[in-house]
């Protein structure tokens, strides 16, 4: 047996055993769906004098969740008629029934048009007002089309579906998962339409090697060429290096905030997967101090480690504020000599941060080299900022004190910086070591 078949032996094996872990029992699929009716039923019964109606959404809908799944989407469908030119009154209208359905406490969460949140049987529900309409055009918010998505969804085989869960534990598992902009990663549809235009998640996998920037995916064929979605859709929606056009909406780029960092990471972390097929690729690798002390070790460089406790707000928001602290941090710590870094967070848990340097404090001083000595207004401009310099070798260089030398310190000092305050709510562990 070829290497090549040899490993296409061990990856179905792998899928066999990653499926039997992530598809829900009988008895798990049944509790569900049991809740689900009776929230629909509830809910309905105080919806019909608002000439709306509740379905269930999202990966529920389609049959693509994974067990110890624990949220659901219930889309609230208003009549497209009565409410089109009222549209942003239709989240108070919910509001109020919801007030009338549920005693569990309701929360409001805020976007492009606000949706709710209510825990019932450790089930987060995400309640969402939409407009019933037949076809995208009609669409006045994004989220209108969403139960279309799960028509066209649901023409798929069990079989795919059982592909496209292969395909959403693996991205899950690797950091891939999730379109919030502190993500820019996959969406589960946009994983959805991938398996089915390739009709397996190994086909995924294999022909993702061969993407290049600017993929374009038109699995409805609304397009005749490459040249044609690009001239067809949004500009503004085409800064992604994968183009998926939406099955539903040919306007669409349904992989617009997919990142080209998050389009090389899937590339890599497929190319290996398929030279060595292992389940541990579909394991979620959370972020363990106990981990990060033998990595240290391994690096051969200094840890540190802080938790951040989230600001209370929509869990994109807080993403993105939480996701700003990194990215300053990783700058600011340039100096140290960054050997390995990362962060993680769960909404409802602190973020982690870890970064791992190769020096554990700074000289008192530091050179800072400045412009060639040619440019004299940008050389004057350096000298009025840095009063100790001097000319050398061509350019102008300055000798520049180091406030916090030390790395503790240093850390300690840049977690209470102006530019972060907001970005969190409070400073939990730190560690150093």
């Known amino acids: 047996m070829s290497k090549f078949n040899q490993t296409q032996v061990e990856r179905e094996q792998v899928y066999k055993k990653v499926l039997k872990k992530i598809n829900p029992n009988s008895k ?11 929230v629909l039923t509830k809910l309905n019964k105080n919806l019909s004098k608002f000439y709306a109606q509740a ?5 529920t809908a389609k049959n693509t969740w994974l067990s110890n799944n624990k949220e659901v989407d219930i889309f609230v469908q208003f009549d497209y008629v009565k409410y089109k030119y009222k549209s942003d009154y239709i989240s108070e209208l919910l509001q109020e029934v919801l007030k009338q359905t549920f005693k569990e406490k309701i929360e409001r969460v805020h976007g ?10 450790k089930i987060t529900f995400e309640f969402v007002p939409i407009l019933n309409i037949k076809n995208a055009s009609q669409a006045i918010n994004i989220t209108d089309v969403s139960p279309l998505h799960a028509e066209w969804v649901n023409k798929s085989t069990e079989k795919i579906k059982d592909e496209i869960k ?18 820019s990663a996959f969406s589960g549809y946009v994983l959805e339409i991938l398996v089915v235009n390739y009709g397996s998640f190994d086909n995924l996998l294999q022909e993702s090697i061969k993407w290049k920037d600017k993929t374009v995916i038109d699995i409805e064929n609304y397009h005749k060429t490459k040249h044609m979605v690009m001239f067809n859709l949004n500009n503004s929606k085409l800064n992604s290096p994968l183009v998926v056009v939406d099955p539903v909406d040919k306007n669409r780029n ?28 579909f394991e979620t690798k959370e972020l363990k101090y106990s981990k990060l002390l033998k990595l240290v070790e391994e ?10 406790e989230a600001i209370d707000n929509k869990r994109d928001v807080a993403g993105a504020k939480l996701l700003k602290v990194y990215d300053y941090v990783n700058k600011k710590l340039n100096d140290y000599k960054i050997l390995s870094s990362d962060w993680d967070w769960k909404q409802g848990e602190n973020a982690k941060f870890y970064f791992i340097v190769k020096k554990k404090k700074l000289p008192v001083y530091q050179l800072r080299k400045g412009p060639p000595l040619e440019f004299k207004e940008h050389v004057k401009q350096f000298k009025e900022i840095n009063l100790e310099n001097y000319d050398k070798e061509g350019f102008v260089y300055a000798k520049i004190k180091v406030d916090y030398p030390k790395l503790d310190d240093f850390i300690t000092n840049i977690l209470k910086n ?12 730190v560690k150093f070591n």
Request: proline share 1%.
């Open 28 to 38: 798990e699929s049944s509790e569900l769906n049991k809740l689900v009716k009776n």
């Open 55 to 59: 379905i269930v959404g999202g990966s």
């Open 112 to 121: 492009s048009r606000d949706y709710f949140q209510v825990k019932l049987n």
């Open 166 to 183: 292969l395909a959403k534990r693996f991205c899950k598992a690797n950091k891939l998962y999730g379109a919030e902009s502190y993500l």
């Open 254 to 281: 349904a992989a617009a905030a997919f990142s080209k960092g998050k389009f090389n990471l899937f590339k890599k972390i497929a190319k290996k997967f398929l030279e060595f097929p292992d389940e541990t690729y």
């Open 299 to 308: 690096r051969k460089g200094y840890l540190c480690y802080f938790e951040l």
């Open 418 to 429: 102006n530019y972060l305050k907001d970005k969190y709510s409070q400073l939990g562990k």
